[in-house]
Nanobody, 122 residues
Framework: QVQLVESGGGLVQAGGSLRLSCAAS????????MGWFRRAPGKEHKFVAR???????TVSDSVKGRFTISRDNAKNMVYLQMNSLKPEDTAVYYC????????????????WGQGTQVTVSS
């Protein structure tokens, strides 16, 4: 079955950095756009970044210039490099897979990981 497993979350001070990883298995990786979303307490999932098989990528305005998404197609891995972290970046971060799509809406994504907590202290 399809599995997406995130790792790399944790507690960091404002201004610090974290690198999230997502390991994908059980799917044809080349057929999927991979995305990162986040969910703060009491709020809905919000788009953070997406990357196509060929490496085309976009990030949300709220993280532009601070976060970078990348993927290693040989290893079925997706990464989110997060720099200059702010307290408002605190959330559970989810990796998701969109079959042959290029979407930012969470409900368009087909598979989701279990999430990894990122907490940024001020």
């Amino acid at each position: 079955q399809v599995q997406l497993v995130e790792s790399g979350g944790g507690l960091v001070q404002a201004g610090g950095s974290l690198r999230l990883s997502c390991a994908a298995s059980g799917l044809t990786f080349s057929s999927y756009t991979m995305g990162w979303f986040r969910r703060a307490p009491g709020k809905e999932h919000k788009f953070v970044a997406r990357i196509s098989w060929s490496g085309g990528a976009t990030v949300s305005d709220s993280v532009k210039g601070r976060f970078t998404i990348s993927r290693d197609n040989a290893k079925n891995m997706v990464y989110l490099q997060m720099n200059s972290l702010k307290p408002e970046d605190t959330a559970v971060y989810y990796c998701a897979a969109d079959f042959q799509g290029w979407e930012v809406a969470p409900n368009e994504y087909d598979y989701w990981g279990q999430g990894t907590q990122v907490t940024v202290s001020s």
